[in-house]
Structures are given as C-alpha cells and as structure tokens.
C-alpha cells in the first residue's frame, strides 16, 4: 500500500508565496507521474502541473510562470513552489502519483487547503 502526505497549505495574502509538498511511503515501486491538481469550491478539479518520467514538467495556462513542479527522488517527494499567487489561487490543492509496481496505479493525497486573500 501507499500513502501520500501532502502539506504547506495555509492562508497567504495576494503576491504571496507558498510551498506545497507531498511525499509518498509504504510499497513504493516505479514513480511514472507526479502531479498536483486544485479543486475550488463547486468546480471540477482539475490538473496544475505534472512532471512525467524523463520529460519536462507542463502547467495550466493560469499558472504558467507563477508555479513550479519539482521532485526529490530519494525522497519519494513532488513539490509545487506557487509564487505570485492570487484569490483564484484559492483551493483545495492534491498531489497525484501513478506508481508501477504489480501493474499501474494512481494515488491521491489526502488535500491541503490554499486560500489567498485580495
């Protein structure tokens, strides 16, 4: 089995910064992917940026130039740096992995709330 922690969420004010990270433990096999995606309020969630295994990362046009997607490998650990942040930032942010081992699987961590204030 694997989990996924995720934490440095909080409240920030407009122009901010933040730093989200989310490590993974337990069976862990082959990382593929690593992702964070954001869920407002009533919305869908959708996907901020990801990093695939010996590619460059890709980012929501909302975010592109504000985020950056990174990963420690030994540590089994995605990270997302959110600079120049703005009220519609504001959302509950999770870490996704798909892990290969026995077959390919997707994990989710548990969500950490961003909210920034105008």
């Known amino acids: 089995q694997v989990q996924l922690v995720e934490s440095g969420g909080g409240l920030v004010q407009a122009g901010g910064s933040l730093r989200l990270s989310c490590a993974a433990s337990?069976?862990?096999?082959?990382?593929?992917?690593m992702a964070w995606y954001r869920q407002a309020p009533g919305k869908q969630r959708d996907l901020v940026a990801i990093m695939i295994s010996g590619a460059s990362a890709n980012y929501a046009d909302s975010v592109k130039g504000r985020f950056t997607i990174s990963r420690d490998n030994a540590k089994n650990t995605v990270y997302l740096q959110m600079d120049s942040l703005k009220p519609e930032d504001t959302a509950v942010y999770y870490c996704?992995?798909?892990?290969?081992?026995?077959?390919?699987?997707?994990?989710w961590g548990q969500g950490t709330q961003v909210t920034v204030s105008s």
């Open positions: 996704n992995m798909e892990i290969v081992r026995f077959g390919k699987h997707a994990y």
């Open positions: 337990g069976s862990i096999g082959t990382i593929i992917t």
